[in-house]
């Protein structure tokens, strides 16, 4: 995905540049500012002397020293003092500008801090709107893998009223490990393919890794129940109507079965964008998936995204709560009760929400891995 929100130390990231939340004289200070010069050493001091400076919303680069990232970008956020002195505008060019040096620079990666959201006094949830909202813009014509850096989880707010909402809908819900279901049981949507940006610290990173090989089996993921099915004796005392399905289903050979598989994921999505009226672009960029990503899914008809992928889709394409379990179903998955994540997510679908900021928000409340911007 190209838009990441992920919760990690910045100084960590191996990445081609991360961003540093300066002041004007680009001679350090503290936040994350410190953590950075005290990561990458002496030397980008002394680069930094060099450059006498920066203005507010502006954006200069250095080389990342002793950091895992090759490059530094630094810019200054506007101070708050109270919504009404230019701060939005300015904020957003920090994200800009330090986009704009980037694409410059042929980077392909980069992570940023919540700029101005620390000593600068910005709250932190406005600052996080602004962030996503500019690179969001930024990415409608660029590709790049960005990440957006949140340190603490008190970032990530959420009315009360929604809180004890969702958390009422988790209790009545979610199914933990100690049911009666046989689960398979693991973080499913956090990508199994384990690739991870930061050697120690972060606490969630969720890549949407493409799954190279077209995998054409039904896929098992963690996180996805598998019930203990009746015996067929059992199932048919409790519903005799299934003895006609079962006996009428024995008369399709299975060529005819063959012949009339369901549609896979990928037709079932470009099905789905017409019926909406919508365009590829619009819905991969709701999505927040990146175009490579989308081409890949487009040209391979059968291919297998990971659960997260196809859940990002669902939402883009509002799709309502059946829809989505039958969209699911097209490669595999299903809305799982043992997944916090799973449950968050059905809760806004029944509710109509498709706000991914509002989603994200709630999963971050609810420390899982957010769903992208
Ligand atoms: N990794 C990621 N994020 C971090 C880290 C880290 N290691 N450390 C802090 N943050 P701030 P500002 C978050 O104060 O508000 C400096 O003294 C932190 O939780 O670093 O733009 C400069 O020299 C917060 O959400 O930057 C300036 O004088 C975010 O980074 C002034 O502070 C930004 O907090 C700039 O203030």
Redesign the pocket.
């Known amino acids: 995905m190209p838009l990441e929100i992920i919760r990690?130390?910045?100084?960590k990231l191996k990445v081609d540049a991360i961003v540093n939340?300066?002041?004007s004289s680009l001679l350090?200070?503290?936040?994350?500012?410190?953590?950075i010069h005290k990561a990458a050493g002496k030397e980008l001091l002394e680069e930094c002397r060099k450059l006498n400076g920066c203005n507010t919303g502006m954006a200069k680069i250095t080389k990342g020293y002793n950091l895992p990232a090759k490059y530094i970008i630094h810019t200054v956020?506007p101070i708050y003092r109270g919504g009404n002195n230019n701060e939005k505008q300015e904020l957003t060019n920090c994200y800009k500008n330090s986009l704009k040096l980037a694409k410059e620079h042929k980077i392909n990666s980069i992570a940023f801090?919540?700029?101005?959201?620390?000593?600068?006094?910005?709250p932190?949830d406005k600052a996080i709107e602004v962030a996503t909202f500019a690179i969001s813009s930024f990415l409608e014509e660029n590709d790049m893998m960005i990440y957006l850096?949140v340190?603490?989880t008190l970032?990530f707010k959420i009315s009360e009223d929604l809180f004890k909402d969702i958390k009422a809908y988790i209790d009545d819900n979610y199914v933990d490990s100690n049911s009666n279901f046989n689960i398979n049981r693991g973080f499913g949507l956090i990508g199994g393919a384990g690739t991870s940006i930061t050697p120690g610290f972060s606490t969630r990173i969720f890549i949407g890794t493409p799954n190279n090989k077209p995998d054409r089996r039904i896929p098992k993921e963690d996180g996805i129940m598998e019930m203990q099915l009746p015996s067929e004796k059992e199932a048919l005392q409790k519903e005799p109507a299934l003895k006609s399905i079962r006996t009428s289903s024995k008369s399709t050979s299975l060529e005819d079965r063959i012949e009339n598989l369901e549609d896979t994921f990928s037709q079932r999505l470009l099905k789905l964008i017409d019926e909406k009226g919508k365009t590829d672009v619009e819905i991969y960029k709701k999505a927040n998936i990146d175009r490579k990503l989308f081409s890949k899914i487009r040209s391979d008809i059968h291919y297998k995204p990971k659960k997260i992928t196809a859940l990002a889709f669902a939402l883009a394409l509002e799709l309502s709560i059946d829809e989505t379990k039958d969209f699911l179903q097209t490669c595999g998955y299903a809305l799982s009760r043992s997944s916090k994540f799973d449950v968050i997510v059905e809760y806004f679908i029944k509710k109509n929400n498709y706000d991914v900021f509002e989603i994200n928000n709630a999963l971050f409340k609810f420390e899982e891995q957010t769903i992208g911007a």
């Open positions: 990690a130390d910045i100084t939340a300066a002041n350090g200070g503290g936040g994350v500012d410190g953590a956020g801090p919540i700029i101005s959201s620390g000593a600068y006094g910005y932190k850096v340190y603490d970032s």
